[in-house]
């Protein structure tokens, strides 16, 4: 019977590290060495990521970018805030105003058109206030001082007051409307102003916490790009609602024009009806 005998084992690496070879110790003494000096350099990246992460802003809406933004960009947002609103109720309080006194006129013209006499017209506009009332006290006024002479003079002093009272009333038909006007040419650069005033303080704070770390520099650059975006909110419809508004009160300015052309017409009938009587009573 042949018995097998086992190979030596080598017990080296179970050796305690004084029993090894100094040449394998110093290798094994560098080697953690160098994994030491790479954990301690990779402790500060991960403390400033930590930090970055901790310093980031928890809400990205715009309520939360417009609480976390600077003093400056608070203070433009709040002026775009408060323009947005003017225009609005600008908007409303003329658009009521304008179609209030559009049917005005155009009642008042229709009157003018059914070959009414002036003094019967001239009653029922004694305490009224639209603008083609104060067309019609203003002629009849006219014609009253004038002491019923009907010339060329009268109907150049009939319309010239007609045209006071027309440019009147159209200069009061249109107040309130410059402040669109105004709104929507500079609240762009209202709304850049706090942009560029925003990203600078954003640049700041990146020299100042010596990172370039995207997501630290977005959340700056975002608040102030809220600013612009703020600026065409309140400019694009107030330069809508002022082309609108200009076009309504040109209308309005039309038939105010109709009514003053309706009211001379009127004038020269009543002259040949006076001359007519005036005929026959000679007669």
């Not at 019967?120 to 009224?128: L, R, V």
């Not at 060329?152 to 007051?161: G, H, N, S």
């Amino acid at each position: 019977m042949r018995i097998v005998q086992d190979a030596p084992v080598d017990d080296s690496e179970f050796r305690p590290i004084t029993a090894r070879s100094p040449a394998r110790s110093a290798r094994l003494r560098r080697g953690g060495a160098t994994l030491l000096a790479l954990v301690a350099a990779g402790l500060p990246t991960l403390a400033s990521a930590a930090a970055d992460l901790a310093a980031l802003p928890r809400n990205l809406s715009p309520w939360g970018m417009f609480q976390n933004a600077d003093i400056v960009v608070k203070v433009v947002m709040v002026g775009l805030a408060l323009a947005s609103l003017a225009t609005w109720t600008v908007w409303l309080s003329k658009t009521l105003e304008l179609r209030r006194e559009t049917e005005r006129a155009l009642q008042r013209l229709a009157l003018l058109e059914s070959d009414t006499p002036l003094r019967d017209i001239e009653q029922d506009c004694t305490d009224a206030n639209d603008a083609v009332a104060q067309l019609i006290l203003s002629a009849s006024r006219e014609a009253s001082l004038s002491g019923g002479v009907f010339d060329d003079a009268f109907k150049e002093r009939v319309a010239l007051r007609l045209e006071r009272v027309e440019g009147a009333m159209s200069r009061r038909i249109a107040r309130g409307t410059g402040i669109l006007a105004t709104i929507g040419a500079t609240s762009p650069f209202i709304g850049l102003f706090g942009t560029v005033w925003g990203i600078m303080n954003a640049f700041i704070g990146i020299s100042q916490a010596h990172t370039t770390n995207l997501a630290v520099v977005a959340p700056g650059i975002a608040e102030a790009l809220l600013a612009t975006a703020l600026g065409l909110v309140a400019a694009i419809p107030a330069v809508v609602i002022y082309n609108h508004l200009a076009r309504v009160i040109a209308g309005y300015r039309a038939l105010l024009g109709d009514a003053s052309a309706q009211l001379l017409l009127l004038l020269s009938r009543d002259k040949g009806r006076r001359g007519a009587r005036l005929g026959r009573a000679a007669e």
